[in-house]
């Protein structure tokens, strides 16, 4: 250490000082500059990013809002849309089924008065052929009873004395 401090050279002092004075201005005038108004451009970007970050954080939650408010919209729409079908969903079957109670009603009484028409249509079938039956015995009764010639003469002397002339 001690050879440093005899060895100290003002001249050399003064030479290096004006070399770091040099450097210093050199630096300032080409090299600070430039790099301070990079570290200002970064500055103000690293504030814009910020600033466009928390604009796009508020954009953020706006629009959640808004598709909170969508969805719960959406919601109750559909809601109404399903109470709607139920309502119609269960008018359509009071009325199918009024329908088919009347329908049903109207078989019936088609089916009623049918089977009347159809009783009266057989008892008037089973009175002509009973009628039919009984004239085709009495023919053959009276055939059988009229074969004799006597028996007719008789039957009509008698039926003649019955009937009284005017």
Same mark, same amino acid.
Request: a negative charge.
């Given at each position: 250490? #001690?050879?440093?401090?005899?060895?100290?050279?003002? $001249?050399?002092?003064?030479?290096?000082?004006?070399? =770091?004075?040099?450097?210093?201005?050199?630096? $300032?005038?080409?090299?600070?500059?430039?790099? *301070?108004?990079?570290?200002? !451009?970064? @500055?103000?970007?690293?504030?814009?990013?910020?600033?466009?970050? #928390?604009?796009?954080?508020? #954009?953020?939650?706006?629009?959640? &809002?808004?598709?909170?408010? =969508? *969805?719960?919209?959406?919601?109750? @729409?559909?809601?109404?849309? =399903?109470?709607?079908?139920? &309502?119609?969903?269960?008018?359509?079957? %009071? !009325?199918?089924?009024?329908?088919?109670?009347?329908? $049903? %009603?109207?078989?019936?009484?088609?089916?009623?008065?049918?089977?009347?028409?159809?009783?009266?249509?057989?008892? %008037?079938?089973?009175? &002509?052929?009973?009628?039919?039956?009984?004239?085709?015995?009495?023919?053959?009764?009276?055939?059988?009873?009229?074969?004799? /010639?006597?028996? /007719? !003469?008789?039957?009509?002397?008698?039926?003649?004395?019955?009937?009284? =002339?005017?």
């Amino acid at each position: 250490m #001690e050879a440093l401090i005899h060895d100290f050279s003002f $001249g050399l002092f003064f030479w290096l000082l004006i070399v =770091l004075v040099i450097v210093v201005f050199l630096l $300032g005038k080409f090299a600070w500059k430039p790099i *301070l108004g990079a570290l200002d !451009e970064r @500055e103000k970007g690293i504030s814009d990013a910020l600033e466009s970050a #928390e604009k796009a954080k508020l #954009e953020m939650a706006r629009l959640t &809002n808004e598709n909170e408010q =969508l *969805l719960k919209e959406a919601r109750e @729409e559909r809601d109404a849309i =399903l109470k709607e079908a139920k &309502n119609l969903k269960d008018k359509i079957v %009071a !009325e199918a089924k009024e329908s088919a109670q009347t329908e $049903g %009603a109207k078989l019936i009484e088609n089916a009623k008065r049918e089977i009347e028409d159809q009783k009266l249509k057989a008892l %008037a079938e089973v009175k &002509n052929q009973v009628s039919s039956l009984s004239l085709d015995i009495a023919r053959k009764v009276l055939t059988k009873e009229f074969e004799d /010639q006597n028996k /007719q !003469e008789a039957l009509v002397s008698d039926l003649l004395k019955d009937v009284k =002339l005017n």
